[in-house]
């Protein structure tokens, strides 16, 4: 079955520390986004990329890096410097931007304490 | 910038009614709106698509609108069982940057 999946769902880490969340997806799609969520907030766009080896800033790309070495994968970093890192990060990918239709992965909640 | 609203934050109805989940926008040049549903913890799931020169999408119960004109969207759903209970939002290309703008979603709950 096609589809995107976020590893891990639940994730724990101290102040201080980087921490990098995965996003595959095998739909083939060209454009894959990560978005934030945070309690009572709609979803926040923090990065995307429409091809292989290019990616842009969203509203909220402070703290965060991202890279997009293949096609199938957009893995965020958590960075120390991102100064409220505890949410459910959402990654999601569509054929060819945001003229089509988006699908999302499962999520993955991080804490950091 | 895409600013998008939901109305209400909060509702709750008894099985079988018939309902209406509201969205507006404030840029009116987009090219498609997406309602899609979240169920507590989960990621989220998409509902309907509507291109800008469409006026309506239909799936099953569900039917959604679109009035550019007017910034508006609703989903309306038809018959609500108690497994329609989760969190409807609506999103729309917009802002400069690829991706979507997300209203803070509609909290269903249809009591058995």
């Known amino acids: 079955d096609g589809g995107i999946t976020q590893s891990p769902k639940y994730l724990f880490r101290k102040e201080g520390q980087n921490v990098t969340l995965s996003c595959e997806q095998n739909?083939?799609?060209?454009?894959m986004y990560w978005y934030r969520q945070d309690p009572g907030q709609g979803l926040r766009l923090i990065y995307y990329?429409?091809?292989?080896?290019?990616?842009q800033k969203g509203d909220i790309a402070e703290g965060y890096s991202v890279s997009r070495e293949k096609k199938e994968s957009f893995p965020l970093t958590v960075t120390s410097a991102q100064k409220n890192p505890t949410a459910f990060y959402l990654c999601a990918s569509t054929p060819g931007g945001s003229s089509y239709e988006q699908y999302f992965g499962p999520g993955t909640r991080l804490t950091v304490t | 910038k895409q600013e998008v609203t939901q109305i209400p934050a909060a509702l709750s109805v008894p099985e079988g009614e018939n309902l209406v989940l509201n969205c507006s926008f404030t840029?009116?040049?987009?090219?498609?709106l997406q309602w899609f549903r979240q169920d507590p913890g989960k990621g989220l799931t998409s509902l309907l698509l509507?291109?800008?020169?469409?006026r309506e999408q239909t799936s099953g119960r569900l039917n959604a609108s679109l009035d550019k004109s007017s910034g508006r969207s609703t989903l309306y759903i038809a018959a609500s069982q108690p497994g329609d209970s989760a969190t409807y939002l609506c999103?729309?290309?917009?802002?400069?940057?690829?991706?979507?703008?997300f209203g803070k979603g509609t909290h269903l709950i249809i009591q058995p």
């Open positions: 990329s429409q091809i292989v080896n290019d990616f």
């Open positions: 840029d009116s040049a987009i090219y498609n």
């Open positions: 739909l083939n799609h060209d454009a």
């Open positions: 999103a729309c290309p917009g802002g400069g940057a690829d991706g979507l703008t």
């Open positions: 509507i291109q800008s020169s469409q």
